[in-house]
């Protein structure tokens, strides 16, 4: 047994309750232990090939389409990753301006980059805990109609914290001026199969959409699914693409994983999915109860654009920030949450959470709010604003002329890398973007709740800055 295994037995053996990705959550006794060794096989005869499958694998991409009712269905062993960077590679052409939300994954900023393409960005608001907004179609709408030359829209919906944008209203829009929508779906490939739910990518008509099983269904990590519908994307530009960015040995465990997810879900959906919803409402009534701590989904005014799966606590208005919180629920508790930030920890669910989950972080969360103080924040809330861009994105790069600068000094400089808090890895600024204060302090808070920030170089607190000549 390999180090690593034999320390993967031992932490399973510890009983931590994973209110994390990935979506099985090591659900042995839902799933089963047939995973992996026993069928970890490359593509030997009989047994299909990915990139062009026409026996076993065609099946499972015909169950796909049939199970989400897209128009073609490709599965993914290289995460929601690939299929972003090769759903937007297979409609643009180097140098082509997009409509991008600035809250996208940075592998949308890597299609970016790799397309030399011109982003026009789309800023959601941002609420009182930091957490990014929906995007509203009039704002889609306002700048395709001052960039005629939009080639694609890209959004995300839902977002790493569970908020989702009126897809149906946005790819209208984007439809009238003929434009393509892609969806991050990433934290979505469950949204079908839950009651109310309408803001479903595909439903609403966007013309690709990249799920990322593994986060919020019974998959192993990796697997990931992009479907195309409508007439604006060609099935075979996206598989040529696909070709390029995903791996050309993939893994027949994660495909194998891919294929009794979706078995799970025609045979059993049903009742997973009616138990599931059970035991959030009873999650979030109870929540209810809590007087310090709040729950974002109880707290949302627009509360059919939310995904109640996502399990936000906010910890705004008390003693401990979201980092402390996701402390303090990890050492005295064993539950190990799936990100916190300033104000908030995000515990995800699936339909492998069983009832005595649900209780058990329940339990935890009022034990911890009968410990807390309520304390008025004076934190000044980010401004929503972009900052200057002085360069382009590749530009910024490629340049040779540059220096290192800590942090503090940046104010007024050219960076040169993508600052990211991971997760979830959207950037605070990008290459060619320019320090201003307001990105200043936005990095100044994260160092000080304790969140780590990564930058493109890893110098992090240094920063390499374009030096114009
Ligand atoms: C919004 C969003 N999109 C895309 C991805 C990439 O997904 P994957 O890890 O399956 O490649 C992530 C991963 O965290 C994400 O949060």
Redesign the pocket.
């Known amino acids: 047994m390999g180090k690593l295994e034999e320390e993967l037995e031992n932490y399973f053996d510890e009983n931590y309750l994973p209110m994390h990705?990935p979506g099985h959550k090591r659900n042995i006794k839902l799933l089963g232990e047939k995973l992996p060794y026993k069928i970890d096989i490359t593509e030997i005869e009989g047994f299909d090939d990915l990139h062009h499958p026409e026996g076993i694998i065609k099946e499972i991409e015909e169950k796909a389409k049939k199970i989400y009712k897209s128009k073609k269905s490709f599965i993914?062993v290289?995460?929601?990753?690939?299929?972003?960077l090769a759903g937007i590679r297979s409609v643009v052409n180097y140098g082509d301006k997009v409509l991008v939300a600035r809250n996208?994954?940075?592998?949308?900023y890597n299609a970016i980059e790799i397309n030399c393409l011109n982003p026009i960005y789309v800023l959601p608001k941002i609420d009182k805990y930091g957490i990014n907004k929906n995007i509203k179609a009039d704002d889609i709408e306002n700048i395709l109609e001052k960039n005629k030359d939009i080639k694609l829209v890209i959004i995300?919906s839902p977002?790493?914290e569970g908020v989702l944008s009126d897809v149906k209203s946005i790819v209208n829009i984007a439809h009238k001026y003929k434009v393509p929508v892609l969806v991050?779906e990433?934290?979505g490939a469950h949204l079908s199969f839950m009651e109310n739910s309408n803001f479903e990518a595909l439903n609403c008509g966007a013309d690709i959409v990249?799920q990322?099983l593994?986060?919020t269904l019974p998959a192993l990590?990796?697997?990931?699914i992009l479907h195309i519908k409508g007439d604006l994307v060609k099935e075979e530009d996206v598989r040529r693409e696909l070709s390029i960015f995903e791996t050309s040995s993939p893994s027949y465990i994660l495909m194998s994983s891919i294929d009794e997810c979706l078995d799970l879900i025609e045979r059993n959906g049903e009742k997973l999915f009616l138990d599931y919803q059970e035991n959030l409402k009873y999650f979030y009534n109870e929540a209810k109860a809590l007087k310090k701590l709040k729950v974002l989904g109880n707290e949302l005014l627009e509360k059919n654009l939310y995904d109640f799966g996502k399990i936000v606590v906010i910890t705004k208005n008390t003693n401990i920030t979201g980092k402390e919180l996701s402390d303090i629920l990890r050492k005295d508790y064993k539950i190990e949450v799936e990100m916190s930030s300033n104000y908030y920890i995000i515990a995800m669910t699936s339909i492998c959470d069983s009832k005595e989950s649900f209780e058990r972080l329940l339990n935890a969360l009022k034990e911890i709010d009968l410990k807390l103080e309520e304390v008025e924040d004076n934190t000044v809330s980010y401004k929503i604003q972009l900052p200057k861009k002085e360069m382009t994105i590749n530009e910024a790069l490629e340049s040779k002329n540059f220096k290192l600068e800590n942090y503090k000094n940046l104010e007024g400089k050219i960076s040169k890398e993508y600052i990211f808090a991971y997760?979830?890895?959207?950037p605070i600024i990008t290459p060619g973007e320019v320090f201003d204060k307001n990105i200043i302090n936005i990095i100044e808070s994260y160092i000080k709740s304790n969140i780590e920030l990564i930058s493109t170089f890893n110098k992090f607190p240094n920063i390499k800055i374009v030096v114009k000549k």
């Open positions: 990705m993914l290289n995460g929601s990753t690939c299929g972003i996208s994954h940075k592998s949308v995300t977002t790493y991050d990433a934290h990249i990322s593994h986060k990590t990796g697997t990931a997760p979830p890895g959207i």
